[in-house]
């Protein structure tokens, strides 16, 4: 060892080897491993467990510049590999079905007109109307473990929070969400592999989005249709509307992007304030004071320092092109490592350390460019909440297990725990 990596050969001699990626260390800490391609392979190809190749751009000034370029295409069409029928990419189990055609998988000028059309409903005001909503929801989860004294704040908490919230704001009935929760649970317990249940769950979740739409579209004049999904069928942008395809395409994104994400801002988030006892102070107090600014800026700092989304999603090179002084082959996918930009010592200020109270903390976490975040003042609501209610309502909270032991999904997109048992002192409804 010591001369170069050895995943793919990279880096000259003397410098030190590169860490192995996507092994179960990696999954726990991948940081170490970002910080020595940042240095060494700025732009790196590299064999994904899935097989397919791919370059991964880690420096900030980079992957800023990748989001944003229009030379990379979201079309899967594009991938070399999926033009010859080889290699895997996109939503496990959504191959061939018609929700493929949602706003992270196209390209302008389909993705103006549906952006636009759905930022017409997915309105910074609906979401701030439903915040009352998502403290309601907050607080009754945590009502249904507080006098136990103990939790997996996974699977208890950061889990049902965003499904919940995303089905309510969408129109889903309050009968039909434990559905929803049993689908997306399958999603996330499985994603990333083509397994049956994947497939299963997402069949059953667009059989459902498409009655669902039919059936609001029918009810569209009657009182009280003030649901996302009413609001995605009425909007209407130069007299165009959404097909009932365009729209169950982009209920189940809404769901889809806003689901596992958020559950990974809350768990991180969390994981990181009781590994920080300084930093998980601070927050508390601010929440108790109800200093909201420092609880926004401390859950941004929270995303930079330990974001839900590890790699944005897919790009492919529609020419050959230099990025990063690295040439890329037209057709060759590019994956952007948002957690390894956002700890780019070139861009930040002591990037390893959690500063809740940082300041100029323009972080990638969710993207850059035309396809950043739709749905980021939800989970800005959502983060701000849970973490907000959880500190003050258990003020003791402390982990339960050795963060040794604590075991991280091995997905690529995504960086979230498995379970976050923790204790404290058990209070009364
Ligand atoms: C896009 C992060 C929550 C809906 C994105 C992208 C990132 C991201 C990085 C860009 C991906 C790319 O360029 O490849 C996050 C994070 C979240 C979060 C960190 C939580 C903390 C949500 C929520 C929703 C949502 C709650 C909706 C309910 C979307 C949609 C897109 C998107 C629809 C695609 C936008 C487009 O392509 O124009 N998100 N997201 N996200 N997100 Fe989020």
């Given at each position: 060892?010591?001369?170069?990596?050895?995943?793919?050969g990279?880096?000259p001699a003397a410098?030190?080897p590169?860490?192995?990626l996507?092994t179960?260390?990696f999954?726990?800490?991948?940081y170490?491993a970002?910080?020595?391609l940042r240095?060494?392979a700025p732009v790196?190809?590299?064999?994904?467990?899935?097989?397919?190749e791919?370059?991964?751009?880690?420096r900030y000034?980079?992957a800023?510049q990748?989001?944003?370029?229009?030379?990379?295409?979201?079309?899967?069409?594009?991938h070399s590999e999926?033009?010859?029928?080889?290699?895997?990419?996109?939503i496990?189990?959504?191959r061939?079905?018609?929700l493929?055609?949602?706003?992270?998988?196209?390209?302008?000028?389909d993705?103006?007109?549906l952006?636009r059309?759905?930022?017409?409903a997915f309105t910074?005001r609906r979401?701030?109307?439903f915040a009352?909503r998502?403290?309601?929801?907050?607080?009754?989860?945590?009502?249904?473990f507080a006098?136990?004294?103990?939790a997996?704040l996974?699977?208890?908490f950061a889990?049902?929070l965003?499904?919940?919230?995303?089905?309510?704001?969408?129109g889903?009935p309050?009968?039909?969400?434990?559905d929803f929760r049993?689908?997306?649970g399958m999603?996330?317990?499985?994603g990333g592999?083509p397994?049956g249940?994947?497939?299963?769950?997402?069949?059953?979740?667009r059989?459902?989005l498409?009655?669902?739409i039919?059936r609001?579209r029918?009810a569209?004049g009657?009182?009280g249709?003030d649901?996302?999904?009413?609001?995605l069928?009425?909007?209407?942008?130069?007299g165009?509307?959404?097909t009932?395809?365009e729209?169950?395409?982009m209920?189940?994104?809404?769901l889809?992007a806003?689901?596992?994400?958020?559950?990974n801002l809350?768990?991180?988030?969390v994981y990181?304030?009781?590994r920080?006892?300084?930093?998980r102070a601070?927050?508390?107090?601010?929440a108790?004071?109800?200093?909201?600014?420092?609880?926004?800026?401390?859950?941004?700092e929270?995303?930079r320092?330990?974001?839900?989304v590890e790699?944005a999603t897919w790009r492919f090179?529609?020419?050959?092109?230099?990025l990063?002084g690295q040439?890329?082959?037209?057709?060759?996918?590019?994956?952007?490592?948002l957690?390894?930009a956002?700890?780019?010592?070139r861009?930040?200020?002591?990037?390893?350390?959690?500063?809740?109270?940082?300041r100029?903390n323009?972080?990638?976490?969710?993207?850059?460019?035309?396809h950043y975040?739709?749905g980021?003042?939800l989970?800005?609501?959502?983060g701000q909440?849970?973490?907000?209610t959880?500190?003050t309502?258990?003020?003791?909270?402390?982990?339960?297990?050795d963060?040794?032991?604590?075991?991280?999904?091995g997905?690529?997109?995504m960086?979230g725990l498995r379970a976050l048992?923790v204790?404290?002192t058990p209070?009364?409804?």
């Amino acid at each position: 060892p010591g001369t170069a990596c050895p995943v793919s050969g990279h880096g000259p001699a003397a410098v030190p080897p590169c860490p192995e990626l996507f092994t179960w260390e990696f999954a726990a800490d991948p940081y170490p491993a970002y910080a020595w391609l940042r240095e060494h392979a700025p732009v790196h190809r590299t064999r994904l467990p899935s097989g397919v190749e791919a370059w991964l751009v880690t420096r900030y000034a980079d992957a800023r510049q990748a989001l944003a370029d229009t030379r990379l295409s979201k079309n899967p069409v594009h991938h070399s590999e999926a033009a010859h029928g080889k290699g895997k990419v996109g939503i496990p189990g959504e191959r061939g079905a018609n929700l493929m055609t949602h706003l992270l998988n196209i390209d302008p000028p389909d993705h103006t007109r549906l952006r636009r059309l759905v930022s017409k409903a997915f309105t910074p005001r609906r979401i701030a109307r439903f915040a009352p909503r998502v403290q309601e929801l907050t607080d009754a989860l945590i009502d249904s473990f507080a006098e136990r004294g103990e939790a997996d704040l996974i699977h208890e908490f950061a889990f049902p929070l965003p499904i919940y919230a995303i089905c309510d704001l969408l129109g889903v009935p309050r009968e039909d969400q434990d559905d929803f929760r049993d689908w997306a649970g399958m999603m996330i317990r499985h994603g990333g592999g083509p397994r049956g249940g994947v497939a299963r769950s997402v069949k059953k979740m667009r059989g459902y989005l498409a009655e669902l739409i039919h059936r609001k579209r029918e009810a569209l004049g009657e009182e009280g249709a003030d649901d996302l999904i009413s609001g995605l069928i009425r909007a209407s942008d130069h007299g165009e509307h959404l097909t009932e395809n365009e729209a169950a395409a982009m209920a189940f994104i809404l769901l889809f992007a806003g689901f596992e994400t958020t559950v990974n801002l809350i768990g991180n988030g969390v994981y990181q304030l009781l590994r920080h006892p300084d930093q998980r102070a601070l927050l508390q107090k601010a929440a108790a004071a109800g200093d909201t600014e420092l609880l926004a800026a401390g859950v941004e700092e929270l995303l930079r320092y330990d974001g839900p989304v590890e790699l944005a999603t897919w790009r492919f090179a529609t020419r050959d092109l230099t990025l990063g002084g690295q040439r890329i082959a037209e057709g060759d996918p590019v994956l952007v490592v948002l957690a390894a930009a956002d700890r780019d010592p070139r861009r930040f200020a002591e990037p390893d350390v959690l500063d809740l109270r940082r300041r100029d903390n323009q972080h990638l976490g969710y993207g850059h460019g035309i396809h950043y975040c739709l749905g980021a003042p939800l989970a800005r609501l959502e983060g701000q909440a849970a973490i907000a209610t959880l500190l003050t309502r258990l003020p003791d909270l402390a982990l339960a297990a050795d963060p040794d032991d604590l075991r991280w999904r091995g997905g690529l997109i995504m960086r979230g725990l498995r379970a976050l048992p923790v204790e404290f002192t058990p209070v009364r409804k």
